[in-house]
């Protein structure tokens, strides 16, 4: 009886490589992947860290908006016109000047006659001392637009408060226009 030959021991196919080549290029796809994927979250990361300094900016913008508002109603200033600015209560502005807020070489704290320092904002590790001007337009406002018969005139006044500036901290700017009688 004559046995058949098997390929038992026969020599094996070269090999291409191919396999190789493939978990080479899904290795490399993996890399490309997971590095968009830290860059999408380092981005989101600086957006929420910019959202949170926006927002703690605006507090401390409105915290000095609303003590300069208490200020006015308490002592209602009445500087004259064009008069340099004491303790954050200015004259009524030139209209052919550039705005006071505008202008960069208008004092800032600690510089007496310019941006008064309010009293300072707080949020964990971070605080903020924001900043208020507030320009007398005037008393010859209607205190009841309405009514044109009325008689009584109001003061009115331009309340612009910011938070801090300097460093790499966001800057929010507010104004009111706030009338007593």
Do not use: H
């Not at 999408?40 to 003590?67: C, H, I, K």
């Not at 308490?74 to 004259?80: L, S, W």
């Amino acid at each position: 009886m004559r046995s058949r030959s098997s390929n038992r021991f026969s020599r094996p196919s070269a090999q291409r490589g191919v396999a190789l080549v493939i978990a080479l290029v899904l290795l490399v796809l993996m890399t490309l992947l997971g590095l968009t994927s830290m860059r999408g979250v380092a981005l989101e990361e600086r957006m929420t860290g910019n959202t949170y300094d926006r927002s703690l900016s605006f507090q401390a913008a409105e915290s000095a908006l609303r003590e300069a508002e208490a200020l006015v109603e308490a002592n209602r200033p009445t500087p004259a016109a064009l008069a340099a600015c004491v303790n954050g209560i200015c004259g009524s502005p030139n209209p052919a000047d550039l705005e006071r807020w505008l202008d960069p070489a208008f004092p800032s704290p600690p510089n007496p006659g310019g941006w008064q320092a309010a009293t300072q904002v707080s949020n964990g590790p971070i605080s903020l001392t924001p900043q208020y001007i507030v320009e007398y337009l005037g008393d010859t406002f209607p205190c009841q637009p309405g009514n044109p018969a009325s008689t009584n005139d109001c003061k009115r006044y331009r309340i612009t408060a910011r938070s801090a500036p300097g460093g790499d901290r966001s800057v929010v700017m507010l104004q009111s226009v706030f009338a007593t009688d």
